[in-house]
């Protein structure tokens, strides 16, 4: 049990999910600031893989469309804390 209870949880600087668990983290690496998904323990993934994963993503939990999903997970990355703070390097 942690004793921070009352901070509100890390989220993920890419994706924004929320950070509340040991297994949410890459190795359950605790002090990194991105989830599983989006990275591993030795960094976040390269641009293209992380607009990839998220599409596969929003295909199979909100039902777009390919060409949808690819939109929506470009707008996310795009906007991300990742990529504002620079650690996200955004591709063409
Ligand atoms: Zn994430």
New binding site residues.
């Given amino acids: 049990m942690s004793h921070h209870d009352n901070k509100p949880p890390k989220v993920?600087i890419?994706?924004?999910?929320p950070l509340k668990d040991k297994n949410d983290y890459p190795g359950g690496d605790t002090s990194l600031d991105?989830?599983k998904?989006?990275g591993t323990k030795d960094g976040i993934h390269p641009y293209k893989k992380l607009l990839e994963g998220m599409a596969k993503f929003l295909q199979q939990t909100q039902g777009m469309s390919e060409e949808e999903s690819k939109k929506a997970a470009k707008q996310m990355v795009d906007s991300s804390p990742a990529v504002k703070m620079g650690k996200v390097k955004v591709a063409e």
Avoid: E
């Fill in positions: 993920c890419v994706c924004g999910m991105w989830c998904y989006c």
